[in-house]
């Protein structure tokens, strides 16, 4: 059974820190990949960061600077560190590993109040 397990959101005042965890368990092929994606009510789910199996980060242009992209794709593990938090930053957070297929986390919520 895949499992993608997120950890780290909740609450934050706007220019706090928060740090998500991922670890995914269960899946038979190779991930060639794992980042962080990011939805709001009403929007579609966008791409926050990812981190390739060779070590390459890449990150969407709202969040250069403030959030950092860490972990290990063969480990199957993934952290993202928010930095400098933004109300406009809140949002259920999701885990993705993907190579041939894609796996999805439950989502953690993150709030950042003003």
């Known amino acids: 059974q895949v499992q993608l397990v997120e950890s780290g959101g909740g609450l934050v005042q706007a220019g706090g820190s928060l740090r998500l965890s991922c670890t995914a368990s269960?899946?038979?092929?190779?991930?060639?990949?794992m980042g962080w994606y990011r939805q709001t009510p009403g929007k579609e789910r966008e791409l926050v960061a990812f981190?390739?199996?060779?070590?390459?980060?890449n990150y969407a242009d709202s969040v250069k600077g403030r959030f950092t992209i860490s972990g290990e794709v063969a480990k199957n593990t993934v952290y993202l560190q928010m930095n400098s938090l933004k109300p406009e930053n809140t949002a259920v957070y999701y885990c993705?590993?993907?190579?041939?297929?894609?796996?999805w986390g439950q989502g953690t919520q993150v709030t950042v109040s003003s």
């Open positions: 269960g899946i038979s092929i190779m991930i060639n990949n």
């Open positions: 981190l390739t199996r060779v070590g390459t980060l």
């Open positions: 993705k590993a993907w190579g041939t297929r894609n796996y």
